[in-house]
């Protein structure tokens, strides 16, 4: 137990300090993920909107897809991409492999059905009587579909932040495309097992404090728009 407080106590030590690794893994987590939830925001919404404006057969196949995909395995998906960037795959003269870039695209790969399922949801729990209605009172098909989507705000702001954290708590993707590189690929999850596994727990601790804080502001935003979204 002393050694658990001590640990701890080095942790705390380690945050308040701003130690140079510490915020090297923290910056790099934050930009990766955050790079990967905006790409996936806008492919995410775009396709939403054009199953929503869509009544036919690609429809029902690509509904259930997306709700198939959003429990992707990470591990799948680095494999795939590994084996697609890898020096022998098709993409590997773009030398991806092992950097940053590539592993935004894993986590924007893993974040994008979560953005869209839930946002193709959310915009057909909608009023269905608001889009004809705003067609009828002369609007246009493009102001009709910004009027739906400014009534499901809240509910699209959910979709976002759940897909922000499935992609910042994720490690088998990044770690299979990234290769956990010290110093510039390394971010807060595979910085975690790396140093539980040499029992090296202080690091660990530290980045799984910051780690476990914003998942907690994630899911108190997530609480406060679905709270709000009813309402209004």
Do not use: H
Not at 66 to 78: A, E, F, I, K, R
Not at 115 to 143: H, K, M, N, V, Y
Not at 157 to 162: L, N, W
């Amino acid at each position: 137990m002393e050694f658990l407080f001590q640990a701890f106590a080095r942790a705390i030590k380690i945050i308040l300090s701003l130690d140079r690794e510490f915020v090297s893994i923290v910056c790099l987590s934050l930009r990766v993920s955050g790079l990967a939830v905006l790409a996936a925001t806008i492919t995410g919404l775009g396709l939403s909107l054009c199953l929503y404006q869509s009544k036919g057969r690609i429809r029902r196949i690509i509904v259930p897809l997306l709700n198939t995909s959003m429990g992707l395995p990470p591990v799948v998906v680095g494999l795939f991409l590994y084996l697609l960037f890898s020096r022998t795959g098709p993409l590997g003269r773009l030398n991806l492999l092992y950097t940053p870039t590539l592993m935004v695209i894993a986590q924007w790969v893993l974040a994008t059905p979560i953005i869209a399922a839930l946002s193709c949801s959310a915009l057909e729990s909608s009023d269905p009587d608001l889009r004809l209605t705003a067609l009828g009172l002369g609007a246009t098909e493009f102001q009709a579909t910004l009027k739906v989507l400014k009534e499901s705000r809240y509910a699209l702001f959910s979709s976002i932040a759940a897909g922000l954290g499935r992609v910042i708590a994720e490690v088998g993707a990044v770690l299979i495309v990234g290769g956990n590189i010290a110093g510039y690929t390394r971010v807060m999850t595979t910085a975690i097992a790396l140093e539980a596994d040499r029992g090296d727990f202080v690091l660990a601790i530290a980045l799984g404090i910051i780690l476990l804080g914003i998942s907690l502001l994630i899911n108190v935003a997530l609480y406060t728009f679905q709270k709000r979204s009813p309402v209004d």
